[in-house]
């Protein structure tokens, strides 16, 4: 799905992942976490995939869930000795663990481990939903050295996985066997010295080409804003910190308004060529704007309506309340389903990664 | 004499206020005392100090791909990344016990042939590279690089004593390296719990709360690392070892011989010195 125009903006899938972060890192209560799931489910079910999902994916969201809540669940009940219905208890004498485990406690941890696997699904989700070289082009053009080494890397990772299996079949002709770690050194030196190899024949290829790189690439003045501007941060913070200045958090931001003025000034001088352009659609701001909606909760709502939003099983089990308006609002992390283009219609993921960076 | 100074200022005050940043839980109580702990901005401080962390990530990053651009570093930096990246994946395919992880040992021995710098980079990019092939991006991934930047960042410390044991290319150099693979074993997850442990709660005693005392505040952390982390890390800092001790001469080598091939310069070609 590479053509133009087949995904929604970037940009506008990094409003989207903000509003879903806001949403589970504040929530513990288990109907919004359903429904933020059931969001998360319905969008995986409809958008179409990016090439490469197969490749991207050794572990799912439901396989990390699977794994992580049970797992918190259990930590939590061993490690928490609160709550009022008493499952079993442990011998005091063990160091940590001893003492009642708790329905409370289960319940509680595994909370928490559905907000781990909703945080990894979320993520997942965008890496599957944009192709890596969209992925790419969210790194600032400020870092264009760090952008080219990503792509570099990106690019090789088919052929270096190529060369191993390689190296692998031409040391099994000789007879050699894997049976414990020193066995792996016949396979991953000629690994490394080949890698090594095709790293000067690509810096010789570079430079044929014309990427050379300044004898200062950062001019000394922006050097001495960014210096002067940490200089800001940490004055800022030790006011703060040490007098409770709120005049601190001012030389703070002044110093991170600095910093992001550097970065735009750096990014603006940084070579940059765009092959296939990335318009900003009005679905994109449709999806923006949903973002919004699905946080508002979190700005606006009075203290009384967002009460619902936080749930403690300590110390007695009760039902979790509930705010239809609330919910409402949650709906808007929807959005992608209905604003992506092509959505009802998914073609096969590719096995291989998708590396056709254009552009940085 | 000017570039040295900025670079010393830049490196001094990220490092100040890296550590400000990831060691709070630990000195605030002490700074404030437990009263004004209670204060309007007290539960925000997990959250602003993230910010700080990106802050001084960002302004890293920058200061160490300004210092050393070039055709030579990009293409040596973006291969061997590319193979760490697979030793990565490997990992989350093929899960090894608790913390082992195949990616410290290459970060450690190009950071220490290569230099901070490199090391830097490598630990950085070796994660945000890997993350992008096997969709491990998360709130994690910024902290994940900083410190894995900072294991590549510190491995040329090594080098002293190694020079001291006139150990180069000897089973002494690799034990000198295997010491800084346990350490980092420990260290690495002990600094990524720091991130996320005030932003945990629970009732109990081992997690952080605003307005308690240092030495409670220890306490609960080292009650939080036993129960949580310790057995991971063994396994993280054994596998480092492991990996450094059987790999690491032939891999110091390698390295070497291509650093003294990689020690070449392109120059513009200019008709008047001709």
């Known amino acids: ?360 | 004499m000017r570039d040295r100074l900025l670079s010393v200022a830049i490196y001094g005050l990220t490092t100040l206020i890296g550590l400000v940043a990831f060691l709070y839980p630990f000195f605030i109580p002490v700074v404030r005392g437990g009263a004004a702990m209670q204060g309007a901005h007290a539960a925000d401080a997990p959250y602003f100090l993230t910010l700080l962390v990106v802050i001084c990530f960002v302004v890293l990053l920058l200061e160490v791909q300004g210092q050393a651009v070039n055709a030579k570093l990009v293409a040596l930096l973006g291969i061997l990344v590319s193979i760490n990246s697979l030793l990565r994946f490997v990992e989350i395919a093929i899960p090894g016990p608790g913390g082992v992880s195949p990616i410290f040992f290459l970060i450690i021995v190009t950071g220490y042939v290569y230099g901070g710098r490199f090391g830097f980079l490598m630990g950085a990019m070796t994660l945000i590279v890997s993350a992008l092939i096997t969709g491990g991006l998360g709130p994690w991934l910024p902290y994940q690089m900083m410190t894995a930047g900072w294991v590549g960042l510190t491995a040329p410390l090594c080098q002293p004593l190694a020079r001291w044991l006139r150990a180069e290319n000897t089973g002494r150099e690799v034990a000198v390296l295997v010491l800084f693979g346990v350490v980092w074993g420990f260290l690495y997850g002990a600094i990524m719990n720091v991130w996320f442990w005030p932003l945990v709660t629970g009732p109990a005693d081992q997690y952080w709360e605003p307005g308690v005392s240092l030495g409670e505040i220890l306490r609960r952390y080292y009650a939080f690392y036993v129960a949580t982390s310790f057995v991971w890390d063994v396994f993280g800092a054994v596998g480092n070892a492991l990996l450094i001790a059987v790999f690491g001469l032939p891999t110091l080598r390698a390295l070497r011989r291509f650093q003294r091939r990689f020690a070449f310069d392109y120059r513009p070609y200019r008709p008047s010195a001709a």
């Open chain 1, 1 to 360: 799905m590479n053509r133009k125009g087949a995904h929604l903006h970037p940009m506008a899938w990094v409003a989207w992942l903000v509003a879903t972060l806001g949403l589970l890192v504040t929530t513990r209560n288990p109907l919004y976490l359903v429904l933020i799931f059931l969001c998360l489910a319905i969008v995986r079910a409809v958008i179409p995939t990016s090439a490469g999902e197969a490749w991207t994916l050794p572990l799912s969201p439901l396989l990390f869930g699977a794994l992580i809540v049970p797992s918190t669940s259990l930590f939590n009940a061993l490690s928490i000795h609160v709550g009022d219905t008493v499952l079993f208890r442990l011998p005091a004498w063990i160091p940590l663990l001893g003492g009642p485990v708790t329905l409370e406690a289960f319940v509680y941890g595994a909370l928490n481990g559905l907000v781990l696997t909703g945080l990894f699904a979320a993520f997942t989700l965008v890496s599957v939903a944009l192709p890596t070289r969209a992925l790419v082009r969210l790194i600032p053009r400020a870092f264009h050295p760090v952008a080219v080494v990503v792509v570099v890397a990106l690019s090789f990772v088919p052929s270096t996985l190529r060369q191993f299996q390689q190296v692998r079949e031409a040391q099994a002709v000789r007879g050699h066997r894997v049976r414990g770690l020193r066995d792996w050194v016949p396979l991953f030196m000629p690994l490394l010295v080949g890698g090594l190899e095709r790293a000067l024949q690509l810096a010789e290829a570079m430079t044929a080409r014309g990427f050379a790189g300044a004898d200062e690439p950062i001019p000394a003045s922006m050097r001495a804003l960014v210096t002067a501007s940490l200089a800001l941060i940490l004055g800022g913070w030790l006011l703060e910190l040490g007098w409770g200045q709120e005049a601190g958090y001012l030389l703070m931001a002044l110093g991170g308004v600095a910093i992001g003025y550097v970065l735009w000034r750096l990014g603006r001088q940084a070579p940059h060529t765009t092959y296939r352009h990335e318009p900003w659609h009005p679905r994109d701001w449709a999806m923006v704007a949903a973002a919004a909606v699905a946080l508002l909760p979190l700005l606006l709502l009075p203290l009384a309506q967002r009460m619902s939003l936080y749930y403690y099983p300590y110390p007695a089990l009760t039902m979790p309340a509930f705010d239809p308006a609330l919910a409402l609002t949650m709906l808007a992390l929807l959005a992608p389903a209905i604003l992506t283009p092509g959505s009802t219609s998914r073609p096969a993921p590719s096995v291989a990664p998708d590396t056709s960076y254009d552009s940085v």
